[in-house]
């Protein structure tokens, strides 16, 4: 059985929540007619929700959105067949936004994935955001060769319960036919970290402008970013695992971090 790495798409391979969601979603807004908008810091509370649905639907409990928003619907399945339409305008927009290569890939994704496919890693990538949405990310990050040597690619609602919940790892295991045990996810957020763990796998945390301040107490490793020889440094925030990396992470770190059979 190959080892599997599985990466989150939004704030690990691309710095895509702030400068990519949070824009689509103010544009689609204003684009609607709809008087809303979010904060970088509004949004980065709701960033605690698995889900760009879920977090819309989210405003439908706040008194300020139904205030500013007379013509909201008052029925639940008529919020969700708004949001459902919001969220489809959202996702071309952001695909606009991807397409445009204004957010950059971060450091080290594709230099690591290209090393671990030519070591025998399974890829694949998890994540609760559209899949069209994933799949553009991906192939930005990536390059289209790179990115269709990938294994799998789940995202949305591929299942019920979103991160924190492992139901989305668990499913990646299960269609890679995979021990978990053999696994290494690299997320960004403590949902994420818990979702990973909770589905019994090693998890790589590289921070984001977003998450840097969260509880990142059961990852095996927890990074500014997976850097890049002659490029942005890794600098190692916390570390629980028998890896030791330099000015970036390798795969020869990822081997090591399975090898670490207890944490802490």
């Known amino acids: 059985m190959s080892k599997v790495l599985i990466f989150d798409c939004d704030g690990v391979l691309g710095d895509t929540e702030q400068f990519g969601h949070l824009p689509a979603f103010n544009r689609m807004w204003r684009e609607l007619g709809v008087p809303w908008e979010w904060s970088v810091e509004e949004y980065g509370r709701k960033l605690k929700i698995g889900g760009g649905k879920e977090r819309m639907l989210s405003l439908f409990d706040e008194p300020a959105f139904l205030a500013a928003y007379a013509d909201a619907p008052a029925t639940p399945e008529g919020r969700k067949e708004m949001v459902a339409a919001w969220?489809?305008?959202k996702s071309g927009i952001y695909k606009e936004i991807i397409a445009s290569g204004k957010i950059p890939p971060r450091p080290g994704v594709r230099r690591i994935s290209?090393?671990?496919l030519d070591a025998g890693w399974t890829l694949a990538v998890a994540?609760?955001?559209a899949l069209e949405s994933v799949e553009a990310v991906l192939r930005h990050a990536m390059g289209e060769r790179t990115a269709k040597r990938f294994s799998l690619v789940l995202a949305g609602d591929c299942v019920k319960a979103k991160k924190p919940a492992p139901d989305i790892y668990l499913l990646a295991a299960?269609?890679?036919g995979a021990n978990a045990k053999q696994c290494v996810v690299v997320e960004d957020s403590g949902n994420g970290l818990d979702a990973a763990v909770a589905a019994g796998m090693k998890?790589?945390?590289t921070v984001s402008?977003?998450?840097r301040e969260e509880d990142f107490t059961a990852a095996a490793l927890v990074v500014s970013s997976l850097g890049d020889p002659g490029g942005e440094v890794c600098q190692v925030l916390a570390n629980r695992s028998a890896a030791r990396p330099a000015s970036y992470i390798?795969?020869?770190d990822l081997d090591k971090i399975l090898a670490t059979d207890e944490q802490g």
Do not use: N
């Open 127 to 129: 994540s609760t955001s």
């Open 174 to 176: 299960d269609r890679l």
């Open 209 to 211: 402008g977003y998450t």
């Open 203 to 205: 998890c790589v945390v």
């Open 250 to 252: 390798t795969v020869a």
């Open 114 to 116: 290209e090393e671990a």
């Open 87 to 89: 969220h489809k305008k």
